[in-house]
Every structure is written in structure tokens, then in C-alpha cells.
């Protein structure tokens, strides 16, 4: 079994987006037209999700935090005043999508913001076609942008977390052009830069140029006197990191969620019974059979990136986007090997017409959103007026899930937590667990709060017990009740 340098054509026209394909691969308006239409059918449905309500509970108090940073004019004011029951010191490691999103719904609403959702959607999607596109024909690059994206999915939400899929993005194919022509981008370290401020995953660039750079070495593409420059590529992005407004500070952000990330249900280990770890094994699934059958094998850049994304995929299920991503390439390769015929250039009307049928979705997109997003989704939007009258100040015994509303909603109530865990302690965390799950002690833990109401569902048992405590129900509405202690002690 022979190994192939990443300097073989072959080779090349498998691993670069961009790179020619076989001369004898002549494209027809018949071989990619079929695909295309396909791959639009996909883009209208991902259009069809972006304009629906805002419904992940975490991009209100994006909003909120990205509000604080523009009327205070430093990153750092949120960090003492986020919450009264914030018990833990912590850094803003996506201060500008925050603020860009917050300043987008300053303009524009929620309308605004989804809106700038479907932006962000379709630039990712038309980022991974481009990678498959580049390995891959028409039919095999459809099919594996789609099932990248079902693969994506559990995370594809409007958060700062889509800035990273498409630094990701980016940065994968610089590296992979690096691995062609051993050619430094310099580039990249200015996008880290920017990636630092814009989500706290920024370090999965740099983590990716040394993986590719160790398969270099391994596959004697290069000496080690000739990595040296490639290396300080990735090296200089970690540096630079720690050059944004944030600070030093930023270099451990990594770690930070190593002690709350019990709390977090996508931080816990991902089910392969759901869709989108499920397709993202399948790529990897399909990477590892053609490899196993055919003669020639992988080399180490390729071993590497498959490794490095496997590992994303298993690690946790917020995680599962970044592996994904990575495979997506080396999965559109391997599913051309099965196609049988040699990969067809992407032509110019095929470009213009994916990029066309983008940009005519992203318009309907803006048309719609007025009227479907604008206002949010699986919040109790039917309270609004009742909290609005609360005292300002008061502490709201709240469900997670409605902390974020809640902070970027009425700011001048004080939930007992929300999604901004880094500002939370373990033991503030612990305890609001042991009270929603009722484990002894949960009422004095609940005095401790020194919360006057509560927003709990309505069918909890949480609900039920505070009852049993004499609180009152001040108003009811979508599932939820709005609760109020009792005048006297329990």
C-alpha cells in the first residue's frame, strides 16, 4: 500500500478548494444542474428556519450584554453589574458579535437579528460547499453540504458561537492550502485576532494549523527547519489572542467552563440517537470505510484532521458542529471516490447560480422576518405587563431557560441565574439545582436568595411546592406561572 504526497495532482485536486481536477474531467451543464437543484431545495429550507421566531433563550442576554458594552463603552463594565447573585469573576470572550448583534437590534429588532441569522447561515453553508466543492463534483458536494449542515445543526442557532463555524471555515481552507503549497497565510493571524473577540472557541484555528503542520512532518513534506515558518503562524495567533481589549485574561478562557460544564446540557456528552451527532459520525463513517479500501493511503494531514474532528465530535454536543465541519471535506472526497468518475470543475454559471439562489432566499428572508420574528418564540411573552410592574430590584426565582429573556427583556429584575453561567459559581449553581429538584433544603436555599417572586412552569413541581409555601399566583400565561412570596415566613 503506497502513500500519495500531497504534491501528487491527484491529490491536490482532492484536498484544495480550487485546485484543477484531471484534465479529462469536462463539466456539462447536465452534470451539475441536477445537484444544484438539490442543493437550492436545501438552502430554501434553511431559509424557511431562519425566519422563524427567535427561540434560543441564550441570544436574549447577548443582546442584553452587547447593550451593556455600547452604553458603558468597555468591555469590561458588564462583568460588575451583570447580576446581584453573580458570585464568580469572569471575562467577555465574545464582546464584538454581541455588540454588532446588540447595535442590529437597536436598528432593526428582532427582525434585525434574525435576519442577521440567515446572513450568517448561508455564508456557513456556502463556506462548506466551497470546501466540498474544491475535493469533490457537483453531486457528491451537494450531498455532503447538506449532510454537514443536519451534522451542524443542534448548534446552528443565532449566537456568537456562528462566528466561530465560519473562522472555522476560513481558516480550514487556509490551512488546507498551506498543505498544498507549504505557503504560510499570514492572513490568519489577523482572523484569530478578530476571532478572539468575536467567541471564546477562537483557539480551534490555531490548534488546527499545528495539527496540519505536525502531518506535514510526518509525511516528510517538509523539515523541520522548513515547519519553522509555517509554525509561527499558529503560534503568533495564540499571541495575538491576548492582545484585544479583554487582555491576557483571554488565554485561559478555555478552561472556564471545565468547572460549570457539568451544569450545561450541550457541554454534556453527545447522544448518537439525535440527528446531528448521528450525521456527523456518518461523515466520519464514510471517510474511514473509503480509506480502508482503497490502495494508496491517507496521509498524515488528512489522518489528522479526520482525528482532530472525530475528537470535536466525541468530546461534547456543543462540540459536534466544530468535528463536523472539519470531516465535511475529507467526506466529500471519499464520497466522490465512490462516484467513480473524476471530479468536475466547478463552473462559472454554477457559481452564479448557487450564489444568485442565496442571495434571492437571504431577500425573502428579509421580507419575511417583519412580520414572523418579531417577536420571540417559547418565551411568556403574555407576562410581559405583570413583570413589567414588579419592583425594580426584586428577585425573580425564574426557570434557567427564562433567564436570558428575562435579562434582556425587564433588566430591571434580578433572575436567580441564566445562561450566562461563567458569572455563576459551582455552589450557586449546585444549590439552584438541589431547589428545582427539591432536594432537602431547597426552601432555605430559596430564602437565601431572598426572592419576593418566582416564574417557574406551570406543571413543576417546583411550582407545586411553592404553593404548598403559601406563595400566591400573581398571573398565568403560555405554561408558566408568575408567583409571589407568601407576607410571612414558611
Known sequence: ???????????????????????????????????????????????????????????????????????????????????????????????????????????????????????????????????????????????????????????????????????????????????????????????????????????TGPLLGLVVIGGLVADRRVTRAQATPLMVVPLLSIVVAGLTPVGPALWGTPFAVAGVGSFITEWQAPSFRMVGPAAAMALVALVTLVWSRRQERASWVEIGVLLLGTAWILLAARTVALGGLLVAPLAASALQTLVGRPRDVPSRAERRVIAGWMLLCLAAVGLAVPSTAATPAAVPTALDADLHDLPDGSVVLNSYQLGGWLRWAHPDLEPVVDGMTEAYSVDHLSDYQRVYALMPGWHEIVEAYDASYALVEEQSPLAEALRDKRWTTLAEAEGYLLLQRAATPY
Open 1 to 203: 500500500m503506497r502513500s500519495m504526497s500531497l504534491h501528487d495532482p491527484a491529490v491536490n485536486s482532492r484536498l484544495v478548494p480550487g485546485a484543477r481536477p484531471p484534465d479529462d474531467a469536462h463539466p456539462t451543464s447536465a452534470s451539475w444542474l441536477l445537484p444544484t437543484m438539490v442543493l437550492g431545495f436545501f438552502i430554501a429550507s434553511l431559509a424557511r428556519q431562519a425566519a422563524k421566531p427567535i427561540s434560543d433563550f441564550d441570544t436574549f442576554w447577548h443582546i442584553r450584554l452587547g447593550d451593556d458594552i455600547l452604553a458603558s463603552r468597555s468591555v469590561h463594565a458588564p462583568t460588575a453589574s451583570w447580576s446581584a447573585l453573580s458570585d464568580r469573576p469572569w471575562v467577555p470572550t465574545q464582546w464584538l458579535t454581541e455588540v454588532v448583534v446588540a447595535g442590529v437590534h437597536e436598528v432593526a429588532g428582532l427582525p434585525g437579528v434574525a435576519f442577521l441569522f440567515a446572513t450568517a447561515l448561508f455564508a456557513l453553508t456556502w463556506l462548506i460547499h466551497r470546501l466540498c466543492r474544491g475535493r469533490a463534483g457537483a453531486t457528491a458536494a451537494a450531498m455532503t453540504t447538506g449532510l454537514t449542515v443536519v451534522a451542524m445543526s443542534g448548534s446552528l442557532s443565532p449566537r456568537p458561537h456562528l462566528a466561530t463555524y465560519l473562522l472555522l471555515a476560513v481558516t480550514l481552507i487556509g490551512w488546507l492550502r498551506t498543505a498544498d503549497d507549504l505557503r504560510p497565510r499570514w492572513w490568519l493571524v489577523p482572523l484569530t485576532w478578530v476571532w478572539a473577540m468575536s467567541h471564546g472557541m477562537w483557539f
